[in-house]
Nanobody
Framework: QVQLVESGGGLAQAGGSLRLSCAASGIVFSNYDMGWYRRAPGKQRELVAE???????NYADSVKDRFTISRDNAKNTVYLQMNSLKPEDTAVYYC??????????WGKGTQVTVSS
């Protein structure tokens, strides 16, 4: 059974930092591209950052230079370091895994709330 379990969300002040973690089980983690998506109230889900199995990264323009995605294949975990948080970063953040054959898995999400 595949599980993606997010943690690290919570309440932060504008300008602050949070670090999200996503622990994966039931997959060969090193073979998967991993990503973080978010859904803000009243908006569609959007890509925040992604990291390929080879370590290449891609970021949404809105988070470039503020957020950093990384992975630890030994721990089957992907991270999202979020710095200089803004109120518009408030959303539910979801962990995503995609295999080479485009099989997709999602976590249940973790709430991030940034106060001004």
């Amino acid at each position: 059974q595949v599980q993606l379990v997010e943690s690290g969300g919570g309440l932060a002040q504008a300008g602050g930092s949070l670090r999200l973690s996503c622990a994966a089980s039931g997959i060969v983690f090193s073979n998967y591209d991993m990503g973080w998506y978010r859904r803000a109230p009243g908006k569609q889900r959007e890509l925040v950052a992604e990291i390929t199995s080879g370590g290449s990264t891609n970021y949404a323009d809105s988070v470039k230079d503020r957020f950093t995605i990384s992975r630890d294949n030994a721990k089957n975990t992907v991270y999202l370091q979020m710095n200089s948080l803004k109120p518009e970063d408030t959303a539910v953040y979801y962990c995503h895994a995609q295999s080479r054959s485009y099989v997709n898995y999602w976590g249940k999400g973790t709430q991030v709330t940034v106060s001004s």
